[in-house]
């Protein structure tokens, strides 16, 4: 009996994933701000890994006869009240501020999904406690906290990181508590509780991996703060050394000096206004791409 072609059932070949580069440039097509964010990000964090190779000073050596220097040839962004070349510190600044907001933003937010995972997956009285908990932590402002914290633990790199992580955990929670609540009732967790399988490798392997989105998204903006707080907290003289370059450091250092030797504070200003700005709308692009309802228009 002869078949039909109509009859032959023909295999699906399954789709082949784009590359990096093509999901790149579509993002930039469709993002341009979040592309131009990224692309500045990716220039800061190049100059804070090679900062030594960018500098064209000593960025702590003091020279009293170039003391509060205007730009020129030889210190590009002119000199402070101690003769440092500013251009120089506010390259080495852009390594601390970038250490410092990676480093806070990276601990909270592993700290706060591990609570907001638990949390949101056990329920019951977990749930309860954790969620007042997290209410006392966050009822307080992040850079009330984050100021209360560096000033009991001392100015020193680890113990700023400390301090601006703390209040960082219960936002992160909250995220990742809010996703976990609805994935666990899919129909794929409650085949994998029927099968026998696990609480905790249901957790961890079935249920956080689908909250990373959610928690990269409110990461980027979680690191926009915790930059920004960074730089003021080393503004008031409780976060960094002074003896330490970073942005709020050079800021604080030429306040008193600001009407008459603004380029003190306007530097430095002026990257770290970009470098929030650049993370900002890099997490809104990334919002958009991520987020599945968002991501069928683009």
């Known amino acids: 009996m ?55 000073h000593d960025p702590i050596a003091t020279n009293a006869a170039y003391t509060l220097g205007q730009p020129n040839a030889e210190h590009w962004l002119g000199t402070d009240h101690l003769g440092r070349d500013i251009y120089s510190r506010i390259v080495h600044g852009a390594r601390v501020s970038l250490i410092v907001g990676l480093a806070s933003t990276l601990l909270g937010s592993v700290l706060g999904g591990l609570v907001g995972l638990l949390s949101g997956y056990i329920g019951g009285t977990t749930d309860l406690v954790a969620q007042r908990v997290l209410d006392i932590l966050q009822g307080l402002p992040l850079l009330v906290l984050a100021l209360v914290m560096s000033a009991a633990l001392g100015p020193a790199i680890h113990n700023v990181v400390i301090a601006i992580s703390i209040p960082i ?3 992160a929670a909250r995220v990742i508590r809010s996703s976990v609540l609805s994935i666990r009732e899919m129909q794929y967790v409650e085949a994998a ?23 990269i998204v409110q990461g ?32 604080a250092e030429g306040r008193g000096l600001f009407r008459i030797y603004p380029h003190n504070i306007f530097f430095p200003g ?16 990334l919002r958009d791409r991520l987020d599945p309802k968002l991501a069928r228009r683009m």
């Open 2 to 56: 002869a078949v039909r072609p109509a009859e032959i059932a023909v295999a699906r070949l399954p789709r082949a994933r784009p590359g990096a580069w093509p999901v790149l440039a579509r993002f930039a097509w469709k993002k341009p701000l979040g592309a131009a964010g990224g692309v500045l990000m990716v220039v800061m964090v190049l100059t804070a890994v090679f900062a030594d190779l960018l500098q064209s």
């Open 169 to 171: 955990i219960p936002r």
């Open 220 to 251: 980027t903006f979680i690191c926009a703060n915790a930059i920004l707080i960074e730089a003021i907290l080393s503004f008031l003289g409780i976060g960094i050394p002074p003896e330490t370059p970073t942005w709020g450091n050079i800021m």
């Open 193 to 215: 509780r029927a099968l026998g399988v696990r609480h905790l490798r249901i957790a961890f392997r079935h249920v956080l991996p689908n909250t990373i989105p959610a928690l």
């Open 270 to 285: 002026i990257c770290l206004a970009l470098t929030v700005l650049a993370v900002n709308v890099l997490g809104d692009g």
